[in-house]
């Protein structure tokens, strides 16, 4: 960790007693923030406390109700995104800007101004995001549209737009969640050059091992107001994650031992065409046991989402493919026959795939059973059963909402996320692919649903968790199979994997022989 | 509150284009208040009119029903003219084949025949779309026009009134059904017949059906969400083909309906279907977004547009005005319930909607 360098002048920006409301929710509440040239000032916080908000007033997306806003001491009023980029400020937003039905040169080149007139020069457009990605191994293909391109690769696009722009403060909304640890890794590199150059840099993430990795300095939000000030070197992961939720939070959950039985799931020569018409999941041979969560690591679009919705019935595997549930054949059986084998699914695209928005909580829960005799006689829906059920459910799962009749799409992130895995869980299902299962979830309920996770493993469930969080598949797995293009390249116990071990697997670099199960 | 408030928009669009209709009296020199009194006199002063509004929103309320059951599952059925005209066809038939079965089991009979014929009418564009991606707007459509030439060439032919060939008129008709299919009058005196009944308890079961079984569960999820109700195990191909079907039968109701509920008793053909259906098979889809979309509401919806038939045909009557005064008068509610702000956000709703299924009709096996 570079020290702070020593303070010469106005810092580069100031935010003063920023105060922004919402129907409803105060985001920013007096909130104070700074930047100085050559510091990576991190903004943490769980979802929801206004992280997003602050930097959206910042480059000028909304307008605050108190406060002011000073750039290299002079207060400045930015109304809009092309004032912030005009004043040098880049931003590389959480949900990402892009026209998915153009390339990524034309996504970069929209909104510049092209010393040409009206046209701008594509080709050199290319030739400079081929020159950034190089300089910044940010490995991009200019010419490709977007589209086509994964979520983690939309985000490098990202990255390189505001590069593209030559930002002096730069503002990188939670930029790491998609990548791998290498990748993450290079990207500290890259920041930290740009903090050399004299660039400021505002880092928003709630992944507390990057913060301390990362930052100059922490600023931590909570529900609208800042709750702390801190320097890496005087906090810790622990202590960070308390100023973030207000009490004392548990990081990694408790494992008790559980000797596996049979293998619950067994996957034989498993290969599938993907949505892009190139092959997505590449020969993959997987045997999960009853009690052991088998994680899968891997950067997103490595064939994980076609592995998990294949064995959910949701996608055609290429012939020759062999899925065996309870050593029940069912590479032929309907999402519905696989389900009532005790196959239960939790999908990486939560609203959906996971859950139906329009719905009511209790119509979510349902979802799968309504149908069973439980639920339903004589051909008419027992309310009376489904209202039991729905409430235990809701209270088992913690799940905040007005009640079971509240429409799904008004609950938070997390709390629909518990209702889907109530669902998922409450049959207690002999196999349980996790897709994904804390993906932009509060701290709080990510906690809640790893217990849950742990505590289905106990109870005998084979479980397959993909997730792009390696954190969690450090934290949560037996083994660990980590997939590169399309391929598992690796299996390894959980005693023996290391972050930097799997980062390295996740980014390609493995010995040719892929190891076995 | 907030329902009741949104329910009274159509209504307020109707009001205006009732006000349109007025200007468009005085335009041709009548008297607008004269006017409003003879629609209102006709379409509801009486027992006898109230009846007749009852009869005629009968068609409009089972098509109507169909709808709600089909937009909820993010299908749209254009094809209740066909359907209509189908269920007609096999309840015919059904009477013809068995017409000496006692009136208890006879007219049973022939509303099933009239709700399969008309199933299956739905059912075919139903299948079209869930597995072979055919579009159910012009595949209903079509269905119409095919089902129509059906008609005229049964009843020109095969089913035609042997009286009709031996004294040569060969008026395209079927014989005198037999009097133990006909629908029971309820009120001596009027036109009210069982079949208004039958209508009001088809759009309670639309309901029910919707929101009370798992059937309709499964309709509703696959209209919101094909692709969380695909992952949840639901047969969305399925679900879509038993919504067109379902949609489809109770139009075919409606067809036997009005076969067994006519004066006439028999099935006659001008060679359009408006001639046999009243246009009950586009009608009906006004009733059902005046009425939200809402079985329920469908109800008092249908009965307004049922009056608005015989009310027109009064005014007519009564002020010698064009009968194309009243068809522009219906026409016109149309326009300004099909536009008014309620019922436009949800059929873009339904837009975006019917194009997510379509996109997962399109990939999955499910
Ligand atoms: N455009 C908006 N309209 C209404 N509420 C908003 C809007 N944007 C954010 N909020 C609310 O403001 C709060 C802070 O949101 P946000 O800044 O996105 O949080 P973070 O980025 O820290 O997750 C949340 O309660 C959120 O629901
Ligand atoms: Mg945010």
């Keep these: ?517 | 509150m907030r329902k009741l408030v949104a329910g009274a928009i159509p209504l307020l669009a109707a009001l205006v284009a009732f006000l349109i209709g007025a200007l468009m009296l005085v335009a041709i020199g009548a008297s607008p208040w004269e006017g409003l009194k003879a629609l209102v006199d006709g379409a509801f002063g009486d027992t006898n009119a109230l009846a007749v509004t009852a009869v005629k929103a009968t068609p409009l309320l089972l098509v109507g029903a169909g709808i709600t059951i089909a937009f909820r599952a993010s299908v749209i059925n254009i094809g209740g003219e066909g359907q209509i005209v189908a269920g007609a066809l096999l309840s015919t038939m059904v009477a013809l084949l068995v017409p000496d079965l006692p009136a208890i089991l006879l007219v049973p009979l022939v509303l099933i025949a009239g709700l399969i014929g008309g199933g299956i009418a739905g059912a075919i564009p139903g299948a079209l779309k869930a597995y072979a991606s055919v579009n159910e707007i012009l595949s209903t459509i079509m269905l119409n026009l095919v089902m129509v030439q059906l008609m005229n060439y049964l009843l020109r032919g095969p089913l035609i009134d042997p009286l009709e060939v031996e004294a040569g008129t060969r008026i395209p008709q079927t014989e005198r059904l037999s009097d133990n299919a006909a629908l029971p009058t309820l009120i001596e005196g009027t036109r009210l017949h069982l079949g208004v009944v039958i209508a009001l308890l088809a759009a309670v079961a639309a309901y029910v059906l919707l929101w009370r079984t798992p059937l309709g569960f499964r309709l509703r999820a696959v209209g919101h969400s094909p692709e969380a109700a695909k992952a949840a195990g639901i047969k969305v191909k399925q679900s879509t083909t038993a919504a067109l079907a379902i949609s489809g039968s109770l139009g075919g109701l409606a067809g036997a309906i009005l076969v067994f509920g006519s004066e006439g008793q028999r099935m006659v053909t001008d060679g359009s279907s408006a001639g046999f259906t009243g246009s009950a098979g586009f009608n009906g889809i006004v009733a059902a977004l005046f009425g939200g979309l809402h079985p329920l509401w469908t109800i008092p919806s249908s009965f307004l547009f049922g009056g608005l038939l015989t009310g027109a045909t009064n005014l007519q009557r009564v002020l010698q005005v064009p009968a194309a005064l009243a068809v522009a008068l219906n026409g016109i509610v149309v326009v300004f319930v099909v536009s008014s702000g309620r019922v436009r956000e949800r059929l873009e709703q339904f837009t975006s909607k019917r194009a997510e299924l379509n996109a997962a009709l399109k990939d999955g096996d499910s």
């Design chain 1, 1 to 517: 960790m570079t020290p702070p360098p020593p303070q010469t002048g106005p810092p580069l920006l100031e935010m003063r007693g920023i105060t922004k409301r919402f129907p409803g929710v105060i985001a920013n509440q007096d909130v104070d923030f700074d930047v100085r040239a050559g510091e990576v000032h991190t903004l943490l916080g769980e979802n929801g406390a206004g992280k997003s908000t602050l930097m959206k007033i910042l480059f000028g997306l909304y307008q605050p109700e108190e406060g002011e806003v000073l750039l290299r001491g002079e207060p400045i009023d930015i109304t809009s995104p092309s004032e912030a980029i005009d004043a040098r400020v880049g931003m590389v937003h959480q949900h990402f800007m892009l026209v998915p039905t153009m390339t990524v040169a034309e996504n970069v080149a929209l909104g510049i101004k092209s010393d040409r007139g009206p046209l701008t020069d594509l080709d050199a457009v290319s030739e400079r995001i081929r020159e950034i990605s190089e300089a910044h191994g940010l490995a991009v293909d200019p010419d490709v549209e977007v589209w086509r391109l994964s979520v983690g690769e939309r985000q490098r696009i990202e990255i390189v737009k505001a590069l593209f722009r030559d930002a002096e403060l730069l503002v990188l909304d939670e930029p790491t969640a998609v990548l791998t640890p290498q990748e993450v890794d290079d990207l500290f590199v890259i920041l930290r050059r740009m903090t050399e150059e004299g660039r400021g840099i505002i880092f928003i993430s709630h992944k507390l091992h990057e913060v301390m990795a990362l930052s100059d300095r922490i600023t931590v939000l909570r529900n609208g107001r800042v709750t702390g000030h801190t320097v890496p070197a005087e906090t810790s992961r622990e202590n960070l994650a308390e100023m973030m939720v207000g009490r004392a939070v548990k990081l990694s959950p408790h494992r008790p031992d559980v000797t596996p039985g049979a293998p619950r799931l067994k996957i034989r020569g498993l290969s599938v065409v993907g949505d892009r018409g190139t092959r997505a999941v590449d020969q993959v041979d997987l045997d999960v046991f009853g009690g052991e969560i088998l994680g899968i690591a891997g950067v997103s679009g490595n064939g994980q989402r076609e592995l998990a919705e294949v064995v959910a019935g949701l996608r055609k595997p290429e012939p020759g493919t062999s899925i065996e549930l309870d050593g029940q054949a069912i590479d032929s059986a309907s999402t519905r026959e696989r389900r009532d084998l005790g196959l239960s699914y939790v999908p990486e695209e939560r609203m959906r795939d996971g859950a139906i928005g329009d719905f009511t909580v209790s119509e979510n829960i349902i979802l799968v059973d309504h149908g069973s005799e439980k639920f339903s006689a004589s051909g008419l829906l027992n309310f009376g059963a489904i209202k039991d059920h729905c409430n235990k459910l809701v209270e088992q799962f913690a799940v905040k909402t007005p009640s079971i009749e509240t429409p799904t799409s008004s609950l938070s992130g997390g709390n629909i996320q518990k209702v889907i895995m109530a669902r998922e869980l409450s049959a207690g299902p002999a196999v349980l692919i996790a897709s994904q299962p804390t993906r932009g979830v509060d701290i709080g309920s990510a906690e809640y649903i790893h217990e849950r996770l742990v505590e289905q493993r106990d109870r005998g469930t084979a479980t397959l968790l993909i997730s792009e969080d390696l954190d969690e598949v450090l934290g949560l797995s037996d083994r660990i199979a980590v997939m590169f293009e399309g391929r598992v390249v690796a299996i390894v116990d959980h005693d023996d994997a290391t972050r930097e071990g799997i980062g390295l697997l996740m980014a390609g670099v493995f010995d040719e022989e892929p190891a076995t199960t």
